[in-house]
Structure formats: structure tokens, C-alpha cells
């Protein structure tokens, strides 16, 4: 069941949406430079072990699930999950009254 939302709420969803998506884009691109800076240093000042693979191995993933977050793309906990665990709860609660 879709929420019937007035023009002014719809345009400020859409308006958090993009600025969501917009702090996606900011962050992979910083992601981007820093690593790039990263590697040259690494090569620069050693070589022989790459270091860098770990730094980037680690905000890498937190790239991908603000990525995932921006775009709405839950593997498990959607926003349908939640409106039907929300109405699972508030129909125990209901039952748990009508019993006493």
C-alpha cells in the first residue's frame, strides 16, 4: 500500500534522494583520488609489499554498501521487509491485548 503523499512532500523525498546519491558520487570520487595518491606512495616507498590493497580492501566496502544505501539496492532488509516485520509487530501486540 503506497502512502498518498502531497506535491511538497513528494518534492522533498526527491530532493533528500538526490542529495543521498549526490553524497554516493562525492565519496567514490574522493575513494578514487585518495587511492590513486595511495598507490603512488606505495610504489614510491615500497615497492616490494603492497600495502595499499589493504586500505583500499577496507574502504572499498564502505564505498559499496554507501553505494547500496544511495541507490536503495538491500540484499535483505528492504523497505518492504521492514513495513511487514512493522506490521507482524503491531498485530502481535494487537493479539497479545485481545488475550488479557
Known amino acids: ?3 498518498d503523499y502531497t506535491e511538497r512532500e513528494r518534492y522533498y523525498q ?3 534522494r538526490v542529495k ?3 553524497g554516493f558520487y562525492e565519496h567514490l ?3 578514487i583520488l585518495v587511492s590513486i595518491i595511495l598507490i603512488g606512495i606505495n610504489l614510491i616507498t615500497s615497492p616490494e609489499y603492497f600495502w595499499f590493497v589493504w586500505c583500499l580492501l577496507g574502504w572499498g566496502i564502505g ?3 554507501h553505494g547500496l544505501k544511495a541507490f ?3 540484499p535483505s532488509f528492504s523497505k518492504e521487509w521492514e513495513e511487514r516485520k512493522i506490521r507482524e509487530i503491531i498485530e502481535k501486540e ?3 491485548k485481545t488475550w488479557k
Open 29 to 31: 570520487m574522493v575513494f
Open 20 to 22: 543521498e546519491i549526490k
Open 14 to 16: 526527491a530532493q533528500k
Open 63 to 65: 564505498v559499496v554498501f
Open 1 to 3: 500500500m503506497e502512502p
Open 94 to 96: 494487537k493479539n497479545k
Open 72 to 74: 536503495r539496492i538491500s
